[in-house]
């Protein structure tokens, strides 16, 4: 069975302030895939970033950074100076083995002007 | 860029009527799935198809659901006869490798 925990429900921030949202993860397959995905007020998922279990190099694109930790389960997501067009509901998904994706309960995030 | 499109975006029906979703994944997609979204919750898995079955299906895909590809380009979801839980978001989604590509979702409407 695969599992995705984020256990913030809510988040609020004023604009220019660091946010991390959290997620953990249990699976017990050696090979999964690990997402973020992005659902802004108009509804649709929009993929952010993949990552392979044997990729644990964190990564940054423009104001977004992931830090993936295999030895705690966690793949955690940070938004650097956040701006109001941030606020969304942020997934984090797993897919192990052929397994379909599994999203956690999501994290919405407010950004304040 | 190639994108899953959905029709209808809102679809309202009347309690134990049949409703049909309909997508349409990107063409050299091999793997088509569905989601749904009860308002304010998780987005949960339902089915998964390739190779003209059925992958994988959850807990949550019982006999009033079935899928189907009926030619070489629709991916259809089909609710037998609605109940008011099933009013959500759905979404179809397809791959050829990963991630998944997600269409922008039918809303069903339940009265």
């Known amino acids: 069975a695969q599992k995705v925990t984020q256990a913030q429900t809510e988040i609020s921030v004023v604009e220019k302030e660091d946010v991390t949202l959290d997620c953990v993860y249990e699976t017990r397959d050696t090979t999964y895939y690990l997402f973020w995905y992005k659902q802004p007020p108009s509804g649709e998922l929009v993929f952010l970033i993949r990552r392979n279990s044997f990729d644990e190099q964190n990564e940054i694109s423009g104001r977004y950074s992931w830090n993936f930790q295999k030895s705690t389960s966690s793949f955690n997501f940070t938004i650097t100076a956040s701006q109001v067009v941030d606020s969304a509901v942020y997934f984090c998904a797993l897919s192990g083995g052929r397994r379909a994706l599994t999203f956690g309960s999501g994290t919405r995030l407010q950004v304040q002007p | 860029e190639p994108e899953v499109t959905q029709t209808p975006s809102h679809q309202v029906t009347q309690m134990g009527q049949e409703v049909i979703l309909r997508c349409v994944p990107i063409?050299?997609?091999?793997?088509f799935y569905w989601y749904r979204q009860i308002l304010g919750q998780k987005v949960e898995f339902l089915v998964s198809?390739?190779?003209?079955?059925?992958?994988?299906k959850s807990e949550i895909f019982d006999d009033q659901f079935s899928v189907e590809r009926p030619d070489g380009s629709n991916f259809t979801l089909k609710i037998r006869s609605t109940k008011l839980e099933d009013s959500a978001m759905y979404f179809c989604?397809?791959?050829?490798?990963?991630?998944?590509?997600f269409g922008p979702g039918t809303r069903l409407t339940v009265t």
């Open positions: 198809f390739y190779n003209n079955e059925i992958s994988e």
């Open positions: 989604a397809s791959r050829a490798d990963r991630p998944l590509d």
């Open positions: 063409s050299n997609h091999l793997y």
